[in-house]
């Protein structure tokens, strides 16, 4: 049995566009919150960008906006080991053994997986589209992770980990730790300002619905104040009838901590341009405040220095969960 401070907690973030608010919200923020209360890993996922072909030169430039964003957000490299996935072999290795666990029906039904592929190119669908949860678990399994905080969408892949963590473990014996998720109760989900029933989305690149965390304020703001609500003129949080307005009180909620009932209560009787304006004041105080410590922290020679120390230790842990696996396996 693990004490406290030695379970852990990890998260990644894929570098595939600038980062959102609902990156923010539903994920590194509560890594943040949380960090001091573990063992705590978190990375750029960057094998998991070349599911679909990129651009080279965009990539290495996105791999390291999302440490310095790490950072910018509050990510203290003394305290969690930050790196780059690629820099650590073993999750290649991993990767393929956790795909060889998994069956093509488990991987059929991923949602993320029948949204993503409903959108084929001409040469039909990505086989990294359909393989990459089992990668994600072998990002997670590699460090004997007890806890993930991740967004609603990710879900579902931290429970094929833990099933498939128990399946090994039934086959082989005992060598992976069980997973739990962690989900927010507030802003697991934020939706697309112009289109609340739909995921806000890095991949959707500039867009009047979607808050990068670069972008300049007065956009956010004009965002914010342009974002689609309804005709009822009432500030309720009624996810079906009125998706724009709660949306934007989870936003409220999420950025600021006040509950979504006290939210409800305070905008009592006013109107939606009050209630955006708000919302807007949140949301440009939390990111203006991103964005100050996002320049200092864009030097290439400290990211280099926190990812190439933050590679060593990591993969101590890497290599050595994946000899346990080895072993089992009869691989060695
Ligand atoms: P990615 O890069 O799509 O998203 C990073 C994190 O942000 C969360 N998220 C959201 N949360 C709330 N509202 C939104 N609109 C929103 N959009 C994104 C995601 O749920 C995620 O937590 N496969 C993963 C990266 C990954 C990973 C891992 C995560 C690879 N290996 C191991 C955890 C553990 C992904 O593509 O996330």
Redesign the pocket.
Known sequence: MKNNEQKVM?????P?GNL?L??Y????KNFVMRQNQYKSYIFV?DL?AITSPRDPAELKTAINDCMAMYLACGVDPEQTIMFRQSDVLEHGIMGFIMTFQTHMGELSRMTQFKLKSQNVGKNGIDTGLFV?PP??SA??LLYNTDV???????QQ??ELTRDLAGRFNKRYGDTFNEPDVYIAPV?????NLQNPTE????SDGPNPGTIFLMDDLKLVRKKIMSAVTDNESVIRFDESAKPGISNLISILAATTGESIEAIEKRFAGHGYGDFKREVADAVCGLIGNIQTKYQRFKNPDVLDAILTRGAERARIVAAETLNRARVALGLK
Do not use: C, E, F, W
């Not at 993930?148 to 990710?154: S, T």
């Not at 995921?199 to 890095?202: E, F, L, S």
């Open positions: 990890l998260t990644g973030v894929r595939s959102t609902g990156n919200l539903g994920a590194i996922a998991h990459y990668l994600m990002d997670i993930v905080p991740v967004g609603l969408d990710q892949h931290v802003g697991n989900k934020i939706l995921k806000m989305n890095k």
